[in-house]
Structures are given as C-alpha cells and as structure tokens.
C-alpha cells in the first residue's frame, strides 16, 4: 500500500460542481502538501500545511480551499469547478524543513473539468 | 525569469550513452538541490539530494556548480528504464520561509 495516498484517483466533473479530493498518510509526517501539474508549466504548490493548526497559501490558491483533519489528513476542495483546474493534482508530504526536506508524493488525482 | 530552468528535451539517447541535463536556478540562497524522477502519469519520486559541490549514486551524478547558479545530472551507461522525466528542485530558506521549487523537467527517452 502506498505511504501518501489520495482519493480519487480519477474524477470528471462539471462547472460549477464542488469537488473535494483527500489525502492520506502513514508516514507520520507533519509536514503535507498540495500540487497541481500541468504540461509546461511543472509542479506548482497550492496549499502546504506544517501541522494541524498551520495552513498556508502556496502560489496558486486562489479557487481552492484545504483542510486538515488530522496530522494524517489532508484534503483539497474546488468549491466551484472550472474548466482550467483540469490537471493532475498531488499531495504530498515532508517530515521536516530544512535542507533534507525530502518530499514524497501520492500516487496523484486526475481532475477534468468539463 | 523562471526560478528554474530546464530543457524541456526530449533528449533521444541510444542504449548505454552518457547524457547530462542541466538545471538553472535564479535564487542564490538556494541550500541544497533534489533530482526527482517522474515516469509517464506517476508520482515524482526522489532520486538524488545535493547538498554540497555534488553527489554521486551508481550511474548517476549531480554536479553543482554556485557560481554560474546550476546543477547537472549525468546518466552513465543509459537503460531503457532510466526513460523518464527529471525533475530539478532546488531548496531555500529566505527569512524562514522555506520552499521547493521544481522545474518542469527534462525528458529523458533511452532508444533500443
């Protein structure tokens, strides 16, 4: 089974539809994260949260809300889909800052918004 | 400027070539340096941490190189299974706020 895992792994929706993809971990980091990729344009950070009570805006927040239920949940919410939010969306987890921080990523969700 | 730089490719190498990629970085604070390797519609895996002047793990060495703000990736003795993309991902820490930023990779095909 894997360490980082999401839920689902692949989803269409409509405009306008909210959609909420999760993400679980049992390498008991503190440390999780999420990413979309697009071709061209590489891996870009959406949210990332250090603990539970920590939650911070990446570079490309804007349409997406987080939550983190748990040191070992965290879930990504579109509220209002839209088209240009089709890409493959990671979560991805670190068990600390620092020059080691090495990050390890799901398996991935791909979301098309149709 | 983008903060990291790769060559898109794909670079096309025969079985058993040497390649090297190369990866620009504009944030000269940037503390150490990770290589992930990303297979077609999989998850970005680790695949070499530079922390230091370089690195090297069988076939495959990083060399960095701070003044001219770049690090390399040589490939030694290819495989098919080496085909992949990889990603450069430089670290900072800039008054405590700490990133990784990945570039978009280059891609890699090892030819029969």
């Known amino acids: 089974d894997a360490d980082v895992t999401q839920t689902p792994r692949n989803r269409i929706t409509k405009t306008g539809k909210r959609i909420m993809l999760e993400c679980s971990q049992t390498?008991?980091?503190?440390?999780m994260y999420w990413y979309r990729q697009d071709p061209g344009l590489g891996l870009r950070l959406i949210y990332y949260?250090?603990?539970?009570?920590?939650?911070n805006k990446g570079e490309i927040s804007d349409g997406y809300s987080v939550s983190r239920q748990a040191q070992a949940k965290f879930s990504l919410s579109l509220e209002s889909a839209i088209p240009n939010q089709t890409a493959l969306y990671f979560c991805a987890t670190s068990d600390f800052g620092g020059p080691g921080n090495t990050i390890y990523f799901g398996e991935g969700s791909w979301l098309t918004v149709v | 400027r983008k903060e990291v730089e790769q060559d898109p490719g794909p670079f096309n190498v025969p079985e058993g070539a040497t390649v090297a990629f190369n990866c620009t970085y504009s944030n000269s604070a940037s503390q150490s340096f990770f290589w992930y390797r990303q297979d077609c519609r999989k998850e970005p895996k680790l695949l070499m941490s530079?922390?230091?002047s370089g690195n090297e793990d069988g076939r495959f060495t990083a060399q960095l190189n701070r003044a001219s703000q770049y690090i390399s990736l040589l490939i030694r003795d290819s495989k098919l299974s080496d085909s992949a993309t990889y990603l450069c991902a430089p670290y900072s820490n800039s008054g405590g706020y700490q990133k990784v930023t990945f570039g978009t990779g280059t891609k890699l095909q090892v030819i029969p």
């Open positions: 949260s250090f603990d539970v009570k920590d939650i």
């Open positions: 530079v922390y230091s």
């Open positions: 390498k008991g980091h503190d440390r």
